[in-house]
DNA sequence: TATTGTTATACTCTATAACTATA
DNA sequence: TATAGTTATAGAGTATAACAATA
């Protein structure tokens, strides 16, 4: 295995087999929310309004299920459809103050880190942000917006 | 956001929204084995024998579904159920040659980074290399087994 | 009496296929 | 004719509860 692979196991080991999942069910059980509704919403909080299709591709799943996720977003308040102005096949899901709020409390909740983390100094710690921080950085799908759709709710004067 | 909570969240997104899921679904679709059995045989080739119990623990699902994800494996020739030789009421989950060896394939294809890793020199992926291992080093759960059933097994002459 | 694993069952999550409206 | 989203439905994934065997 070389440097690379070697590294993204260490790094997929602690991502996945940390308290992850406890976390997940922990936030289930406050929120009632299921964890394709909760990971909709933490996707849907890097975004300016996304379209049901690009919200489907970007989490990978049907866009038949999306329906339902969004459906869940909105009985909750924390979602609404908006009309897309320029192809009213299309509606947007944009994110409510109360669903920002809420996801900016999930966000915080996973990003705790495991607490083997203290095994690092200050300094290491900044070290290993500053890694990680460029392997994102590098990655288009990561930095940033995945598919901005400013555009279409600039036009929508929001 | 503290350091180790940046370096954390970073850790996540590389690992969670890089091509994971599509990597999943092919090795589904290659194996014919669901997710949580992948899991689970993944799980179970860093072991020398795991009971029932110990593994539903260590994956974090019910014990009732075990019973059924390790039919799943037996079915298929990659685990045997073996007795305890101290209580009867246990059983021990053994990994087959056939299942080890599908389970390093798997890993391995788990294992291939996102492209964004070639931002990294050697040098600095040798740093991180290092600084994750740091970590993964000071977890207990995390760092060789997760709970040792080697005597077990030394007492069965295996 | 408590614990390990299994069975039977029900519930949740997610995809497939057919449909409507718009392009 | 092709595409965005929805509906109805079926299938996979997982837990709960009751049970058998052993401790």
Redesign the pocket.
Known sequence: MGLAEDAFDLLRRLAFEGEQAEKMATL?AQTKL???VIKTLVRLARTDGI????M?RSI?????????L??DLAAHGLAT?EPDPV??????VVITEKGRSLAGEIHSVLSVPPAAFSALSRTELRQLRELLDKVVAADPALSGEATPRTHALKAMGS
């Open positions: 289930g299921s964890p394709g379209s049901m299709g690009e489907a990978g799943c049907d866009p038949s299920y999306i329906t339902a969004v459906d459809r192809d009213r096949r299309v509606k947007i």
